[in-house]
């Protein structure tokens, strides 16, 4: 079955961002010319997807705005002799069917997920958050992950090696074993995540990394998985609820590059990292950082 539809939640107000993002999204933060949601969208669309759900609040009309057509900036640009840039905005609106729908309780990276059941509710879909990229050597990360599920027949999550012991306490981190008859090293069946372990308690070294290939099934769980401690649901329960009766199976993703944009220190660290992967910026900013004895 061909997937064609992926969802973004967008809706969080990104408080640690505050107050850079009291008016302007996080997700809308730029890394390198384009803003960090634009990243996320490429990669689904070179995936083939072509419906995206963005999950916002009435607060994020900017996101809404920035996929959308302006006849006004775009007769700007004309008039300005830029008939380059008119293409490329008008690009950008035409990247995918894109549709809103706004955030609701319960709340979490879960509870984003109810907000657009009923969008959902008859097709396989992709699910990735709006605040991290990643890219990978070969095929687009997201891609590997419709791949991998075409081929289980059961919901897919990307997964990468955090080699730092420090850094596993940030994510989900899974618990792994081999699958009888699976030739591909990178394909393994979850046995459980645990979000955020205590230092030296996580289940492996890999991390559940932002990319979901899921069911219509990951809905019955909500009924039966109590939100945490602070009234929201956090997907890796989701998960751990649905794994029995869909099962659940990880994508390795070989050569994978991470960009965190969810705090300020990371996305400041991914801002370097991104600017020196770019060939127009690695050079200068490479000379920069050797000046500043970096």
């Known amino acids: 079955m061909s997937i ?12 640690r961002f ?10 809308m933060f730029p890394l390198g010319s384009k803003p960090i949601i634009m990243h996320v969208v490429e990669e689904v669309v070179a995936s083939g997807i072509e419906n995206i759900i963005f999950v916002v609040s009435p607060e994020k009309e900017a996101i809404e ?48 997920l109810l907000a657009a059941e009923h969008l959902l509710r008859d097709d396989p879909f992709v699910l990735v958050w709006s605040d991290e990229i990643m ?3 070969g095929e687009p990360r997201v891609k590997q992950c ?11 999550i990307s997964a990468v090696e955090i080699v730092d012991p420090k850094e596993r306490q940030r994510y989900g981190m899974a618990e792994l074993d081999d699958i009888d008859g699976q030739s591909d090293p990178t ?7 645990v979000e955020k372990p205590a230092f030296g308690t996580e289940p492996s070294s890999y991390a559940t990394h932002g990319a979901y290939v ?21 997907i890796t ?4 609820t649905m794994k029995p009766v869909t099962g659940l199976h990880a994508k390795i993703i070989p050569g994978a590059r991470y960009f965190d944009c969810g705090n300020p220190v990371s996305y400041m660290k991914s801002l370097i990292d991104y600017g020196l992967s770019v060939p127009e910026y690695a050079k200068e900013l490479s000379e920069f950082l050797e000046k500043k004895k970096i």
């Open 18 to 27: 505050l107050p850079a993002s009291k008016t302007v999204p996080k997700e």
């Open 135 to 137: 890219l990978s050597d």
């Open 187 to 193: 394909i393994k069946k979850i046995v459980r995540i």
């Open 65 to 112: 705005h920035f996929f959308s057509s302006d006849e006004t900036f775009e007769k700007f640009l004309t008039d300005k002799g830029k008939p380059g840039l008119v293409a490329e905005m008008r690009g950008i609106t035409q990247m995918a069917n894109f549709t809103y729908v706004y955030k609701k309780p319960p709340y979490g990276n879960g509870g984003a």
């Open 146 to 156: 419709i791949d991998t599920f075409e081929k289980v027949g059961s919901p897919v």
């Open 214 to 234: 899921l069911t219509p099934e990951i809905f019955d769980a909500f009924a039966i998985t109590a939100p945490g401690v602070d009234g929201e649901l956090c």
């Open 4 to 15: 064609k539809t992926a969802i973004i939640p967008a809706g969080g107000y990104g408080t």
């Open 237 to 240: 329960d989701l998960l751990n």
